[in-house]
């Protein structure tokens, strides 16, 4: 472990171990020891009255040229034994990043009941699907994903592991990462390959999204990346590819802190945004509050769904789920209508990959119209309730 205890200043004073939220400090023949839950988070050196807990510094730091590890692995996350659609984006991409370094791309997918999309992620174009199953996965749990799928790191060696940047998978990847004495860009937008070294080059939005910065894990193998959903494209599937998939068992530990007891779904009112084909996302532009009504019945004549710049949701004016942008959703649907959102760049990297964008602002400047297929320059008190009569008369 890469955390160490100096038992001769430690008086067992238990403190680290009520303090670790992950039960990865215990008390063995009256010593303290940690074990394999640490994920590094140092609270337990903060919190010692003792000074008797350290980091061990990096013993080793240079990839040795004879390393062993190949090949490029997604963790496809699913809900009730289907993939989420950001496994198959990221497939998409690992193929792609696969055939570059001639190598083969894995799925890993945890869960209950999921042989039918083991076989669908080979459609999408895995080679090789490790699947493990278990009843108790029918919900997802952190310390088994966690447990499993560092095994199967460590077991199969790949050389890059792809996650989602989605709830689940941001939880589990840093500690695997940590775990696995690895380093983890998050929230990648862009993924390339070194040919001089095969080196991943892993971009991300950074400094509020004012520069893009390229992250490398030159040193440490797996190199490994959570990717926003909706950035990469997905392969359309192909039934007749050949895989393999391999069965292992997951590793269940006696010792579990968390027990689901009952999943309950979210109900909301709001048509989900990740999917939709249509948006009409609207900004500050709209003034209030009360003038939203206008904007959801353009959504609702267009079968759109209604997506919101930051400061209308900051506004509360909209609800978080409906954010688009950098710190909100990353959207891609065939047409987008930004109505009153001046196309700040911490917006444009959630919506900038839309088909076709519509602008409707009155500032003929605005940021926004480099970016848009189609421009109005208007009010959109005017503009809106204008396009609404039109399509009612169309639709008609
Ligand atoms: P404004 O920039 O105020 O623009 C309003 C626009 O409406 C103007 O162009 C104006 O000309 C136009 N307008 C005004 N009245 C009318 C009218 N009657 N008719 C037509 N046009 C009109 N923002 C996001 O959206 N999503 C994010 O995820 C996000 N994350 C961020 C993360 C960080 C770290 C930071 C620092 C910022 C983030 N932001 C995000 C905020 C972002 O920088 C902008 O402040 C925000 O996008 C501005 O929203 P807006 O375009 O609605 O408002």
């Known amino acids: 472990n890469d955390i160490n205890i100096l038992l001769d200043r430690c008086n067992n004073c238990g403190l680290c171990m009520k303090i670790c939220s992950y039960g990865a400090v215990e008390f063995l023949n009256k010593k303290v020891i940690i074990n394999n839950n640490c994920c590094k988070c140092g609270i337990c050196i903060a919190a010692c009255p003792c000074s008797a807990i350290n980091f061990i510094r990096d013993k080793q730091p240079i990839l040795s040229e004879n390393e062993t590890h190949k090949g490029i692995w997604v963790f496809c996350e699913q809900t009730y034994g289907k993939a989420k659609r950001v496994s198959y984006e990221l497939l998409g991409e690992g193929r792609r990043l696969a055939d570059i370094l001639q190598v083969n791309l894995s799925a890993v997918i945890i869960g209950n009941n999921i042989g039918d999309e083991a076989r669908k992620l080979i459609a999408y174009g895995a080679d090789i699907v490790y699947k493990c199953e278990a009843e108790i996965l029918e919900n997802f749990n ?7 799928l560092t095994n199967l790191i460590e077991i199969y060696k790949p050389e890059i592991v792809l996650f989602g940047a989605t709830v689940y998978s941001r939880s589990i990847a840093p500690r695997i990462a940590s775990r696995l004495n690895t380093g983890l860009t998050a929230d990648c937008t862009k993924l390339e390959i070194n040919s001089d070294n095969r080196v991943l080059l892993q971009t991300r939005p ?21 990717v926003r959903p909706m950035v990469m494209k997905a392969l359309t599937p192909n039934y007749s590819r050949k895989g393999k998939i391999i069965a292992h068992t997951p590793i269940i530990s006696e010792k579990l802190s968390t027990k689901v007891i009952k999943r309950v ?10 999917d939709a084909e249509i948006i009409v996302a609207v900004g500050r532009g709209i003034g209030e509050a009360k003038n939203i009504k206008m904007i959801e019945d353009l959504a609702q004549l267009l079968g759109a769904s209604v997506g919101a710049s930051r400061a209308v949701v900051d506004a509360g004016w909209l609800e978080y789920d409906q954010q688009i942008g950098q710190t909100g959703k990353t959207v891609r649907p065939k047409i987008y209508f930004a109505c009153g959102i001046s196309g700040a760049i911490q917006h444009l990297a959630g919506m900038s990959s839309s088909e076709m964008i519509i602008a409707i602002n009155k500032d003929s400047e605005a940021p926004i119209f480099k970016l848009s297929t189609y421009g109005i320059v208007g009010d959109i008190m005017q503009v809106i309730p204008a396009l609404i009569e039109e399509l009612k008369t169309r639709i008609a």
Do not use: V, W
């Open 142 to 148: 952190d310390e088994i994903y966690i447990d499993t």
């Open 206 to 226: 950074a400094f509020g999204g004012n520069l893009m910065a390229t992250i490398i894990c030159e040193k440490k193998r797996p190199q490994m990346a959570t």
């Open 265 to 274: 779904k979210h109900l909301s009112s709001i048509k989900n945004i990740s």
